[in-house]
């Protein structure tokens, strides 16, 4: 199990690299997130021990499960799942530093008037659907600069970029419009010089694409089958909180 993890992490590391290579990228900018939706704790131990930092999880089920087994590794927890209002303290509790799928002005609210109560700021990026499927949560690309605009006056909140789940589609071209149009965004937000927000992070890309998304500007790829192996559910199936 650990060869085959280290194994799967040096093919990984090595796609990165060269992605970047031939974008004419230097590789530090690009971080590889392990996304770890049914990953026992056991397998990510693996991952954390040997130089992967950066986690996350699709449902804050798994979050709790595996909080205990996981919490005296140095690791950093994402959260990049669908995020129902009634679960906020549970990332909170939890020790999640980026929530990757902020995508309504409702949770923003409840997140910020937790987070006042409890003292705490929260790094967040901005969901967008680039693919325009309904069975895809985000915010539509054009709605996106008026939340972002909306999130940055909440103070705990502390906007980083932008994320997107590209279009599940083997025609490269394809997926490859879902990332342009993210990058897009994040150039007109930095021209709207908002106060409070930052867009240096654009997460985008997954095992199957990830070299698409560096040619189109990711500078965080979630990757989690072509590490730790297939699961028993499609990708689909961890995109919905409420399933």
Avoid at 165 to 176: D, M
Wanted: glycine share 4%; charged share 30%.
């Amino acid at each position: 199990m650990k060869e085959d993890i280290l194994h799967n992490l040096k093919v990984i590391n090595t796609r990165i690299q060269n992605a970047c290579e031939k974008a004419g990228r230097n590789s530090d900018e690009v971080k590889l997130l392990l996304a770890t939706k049914t990953v026992p704790a056991e397998r990510i131990k693996i991952a954390l021990e040997n130089g992967q930092t950066l986690i996350a999880e699709n449902k804050v089920q798994e979050l709790k499960e595996k909080y205990e087994d996981l919490k005296e590794t140095l690791h950093n927890n994402h959260f990049i799942g669908h995020l129902q209002t009634n679960k906020i303290k549970d990332i909170l509790k939890y020790d999640v530093t980026c929530l990757q799928s902020l995508d309504r002005l409702e949770l923003a609210e409840k997140l910020h008037q937790r987070l006042s109560a409890e003292n705490k700021t929260l790094e967040v990026l901005i969901q967008v659907n680039t693919s325009n499927e309904e069975s895809k949560f985000g915010i539509n690309p054009n709605e996106a600069i008026e939340l972002t605009r909306k999130v940055s006056e909440f103070s705990t909140l502390r906007i980083k970029g932008l994320m997107t789940i590209g279009l599940f589609s083997a025609e490269t071209e394809k997926v490859r419009l879902c990332f342009k149009i993210l990058k897009k965004l994040q150039q007109e937000i930095i021209r709207e010089n908002i106060p409070n927000v930052e867009m240096n992070e654009l997460s985008m890309g997954m095992s199957g694409d990830l070299e698409t998304a560096i040619e189109e500007g990711a500078t965080i790829v979630r990757v989690g089958t072509a590490v730790f192996g297939a699961r028993i559910y499609p990708d689909s199936y961890y995109w919905n909180e409420e399933k």
